[in-house]
């Protein structure tokens, strides 16, 4: 294996700059960084809505806006100003188009404002009343105020849509480096998965359940797994091996993991066990050394746990989240695996 300060190190720099690593290292199998998208295009994508019928709303919601003040004011006989109605498309049109959208609409609104609801003068820019004045230019400033400001949150928005978007990207990119690393370094042994990519490797239905609360019960399972395996008389499993590592995980979850269960697949080739535990997971930064250190030991760490299982299964999946840890622990034949074959196995079957 690698040393466990030399692994640190690299990790220390993904931290740094992963962009530097991962340019430095083409033959890694990591995910290929993310096409940047254009502020527009991630517009378009937040909407759920074409341009086309943003634009058709839009229009709608104007003519609505002037039908409705005119009528209020008909049936009112009522110089409050109703055209504060026109205060909705526009904010629907700054929230879907930005600020220009906004003040397109607000223009449109006014130029609606002054044809339909003031027509007793033709001259564009006369009115008949000051209250008329008053009206328009509330209008005129309530317009665009909300435009300028509704138009420069949706700017806002997008922005930190985006820089999430990047995020999640750059977390995901990390993701695979350190898989990538940790496997490498492990000999092929230890993977890094999420839950659902462990509930794909299970076989089925589990030959055998325990649950994990009391120290004795990982004292149950190495007992349960023995003797499952005489009546099965499975000889070509390591049998010493696969204790070690699945009583070493059931304590570590009755220890540091709140509890939890345990389930075990037998065929005649291999044997499986998978642990799960109700723990806060183990910090990205401290996963290293808990996996690779010997004696290596924090409050949710499993000190010297993982490198044991590493040195006796052929396979270790690993999950772990602030909602908890699964380990899917293989072993298989009398001889364990070379680092060389497990490696050679790993990247032809992938």
Known sequence: MMPVKQFTRIMKRSDRGQDDILSSAPNMNVSARPRKRGYAADEVRDLNLSPVIAVLVTIALLGFSAWGTRWLEI??????????????????????????????????????????????????????????????????????????????????????????????????????????????????????????????????????????????????????????????EITTVRIDDLCTAATEAATNAIKHGNGGRALVWFSPSEVSVLIEDNGPGISPSELARATLERGFSTRVSLGMGYYMMIESVDRMALSTSSGGTWILLTVSGSEKSTIEQNILDHYTTN
């Not at 879907?96 to 003068?121: C, D, E, K, M």
């Not at 978007?165 to 999420?194: H, I, K, M, P, Y």
């Open 75 to 232: 049936i009112t006989a009522d110089p409050r100003p109703f055209t504060l109605f026109f205060l909705i498309p526009v904010a629907f049109g700054a929230a879907y188009f930005g600020i220009r959208g906004g003040i397109v609409t607000a223009l449109i609104s006014l130029v609606i404002a002054r044809l339909f609801l003031f027509p007793q003068t033709r001259n564009v820019f006369l009115l008949s009343t000051v209250s008329d004045y008053v009206e328009v230019g509330a209008l005129s400033f309530g317009t665009l105020t909300v435009a300028v400001v509704i138009g420069r949150l949706r700017s806002v928005l997008v922005k930190l849509r985006q820089a999430n978007t990047d995020l999640r990207d750059s977390e995901q990119r990390r993701q695979n480096f350190s898989r990538e690393v940790l496997l490498a370094v492990t000999g092929g042994v230890l993977e890094l998965c999420t839950e659902q990519e462990i509930k794909e490797k299970l076989p089925g239905e589990s030959d055998i359940t325990v649950v994990l609360r009391e120290p004795i019960d990982a004292s149950t399972l190495r007992h349960l797994i023995i003797g499952e395996m005489k009546d099965r």
